[in-house]
């Protein structure tokens, strides 16, 4: 017959969830403009930082467009002063009567026409800068690359379906995860009080792999499954957890101050109910129903029907009777419970 005492401790709660872990951001890199892929500039796998150039498509041909593009706007210039001057001209001409005011207006109009063509040369200048610009393919987050998609050398498109390579943003990370919709009150009350503390736990919970925090909770319930999402961000410096991963998130929603605890294996269900055995100092074992609370780790919280220090029975109940005398095995208590929602 084992015996234990039960303990006063503050007991947290949990409720646990399957999620998936996500990248914050996933970026697909991809050509915006066409072209023969001159350079890849990035080992599969590597860290890359926001702005660090990443390949290099045949620039020339752009160039060669901005380099027209320039001279262009160089003749309209030439060609608006020249146009300018005259205008000038023929107004001086007129207020003396040599000119016509005919020709002043169409002069002003010739001028009108010169400024709005360098306007417009001007745009495709910047338009061509930009086509340029594309040629240099630069990260737009801080992540860490994939597997490349296409090598140096081929011919990129624009409308290519497939990119150069996909760079996915690890540090910090998110968990997706579901819960049922019964515990949404508890997780609002919870985010309410401040930051919810979470844990990623391995498949088969023995192990945790990272602490994060809740973000958020989505804004509508699965009405076919009557589960809900939530959201977890984790800092993942050590890279323990990785996109498309499976993990358990348990998430922290309160903790029980003071709470009188017993092993789980105490705890015995009867058709009033659940009670437990306990063992006075005369070695007699009483029948004590309960009303228990959370249960995780192996302990159960008693919300009514046993004290502090009470010696609860946790082997051997099958032999037992109300005012069975007992020879009992003294088990030191465990101080290392948590709880879940039942």
Do not use: C
């Not at 401790?9 to 991809?30: M, N, R, S, W």
């Not at 903790?255 to 659940?274: E, N």
Request: a negative charge; glycine letters at 8%; charged letters at 20%.
């Amino acid at each position: 017959m084992s015996t234990v005492k039960a303990q006063l401790e503050d007991f947290p709660v949990y409720l646990d969830g399957l999620g998936t872990v996500q990248a914050l951001y996933t970026v697909a890199i991809k050509t915006r403009v066409d072209g023969e892929l001159q350079q890849v500039l990035f080992t599969e796998g590597q860290d890359v930082k926001k702005g660090d150039l990443l390949a290099v498509i045949d620039p020339r041909p752009y160039q060669a467009a901005l380099d027209q593009a320039v001279a262009k706007i160089q003749q309209d210039e030439a060609d608006l002063a020249n146009g300018q001057y005259l205008l000038a001209k023929d107004q001086k001409l007129a207020k003396q009567g040599v000119s016509t005011d005919e020709t002043v207006e169409m002069q002003q109009s010739q001028v009108n026409q010169l400024q709005a063509q360098l306007a417009q040369d001007q745009a495709a200048k910047e338009a061509a800068e930009i086509s340029l610009s594309y040629t240099n393919i630069r990260s737009p987050i801080d992540g860490r690359t994939g597997i490349r998609m296409i090598d140096a050398g081929n011919q990129v498109h624009a409308t290519d379906g497939t990119g150069i390579v996909t760079v996915t943003q690890t540090e910090p990370i998110s968990v997706i995860s579901t819960l049922r919709e019964d515990d949404l009150d508890e997780l609002r009350a919870a985010l309410r009080k401040g930051t919810v503390e979470v844990a990623a736990m391995s498949g088969d919970l023995a192990t945790k792999l990272a602490d994060g925090t809740l973000l958020l909770i989505d804004n509508e319930i699965d009405q076919d499954t009557g589960t809900l999402r939530v959201k977890s961000t984790f800092p993942n410096t050590d890279r323990s957890l990785w996109p498309g991963q499976f993990v358990n998130l348990r998430i922290l929603v309160a903790t029980i101050p003071k709470a009188i605890t017993v092993p789980s294996a105490a705890l015995q269900r009867g058709t009033d109910g659940y009670f437990v055995y306990v063992v006075d100092s005369n070695d007699v074992a009483s029948v004590r129903k309960v009303t228990p609370g959370p249960i995780r780790g192996g302990r159960a919280v008693i919300n009514s029907g046993v004290g502090v220090n009470d010696q609860v029975v946790t082997q051997g109940q099958y032999r037992l009777e109300d005012g069975t005398t007992v020879s009992q095995t003294i088990i030191a208590p465990s101080s290392n419970a948590t709880a879940e929602k039942d």
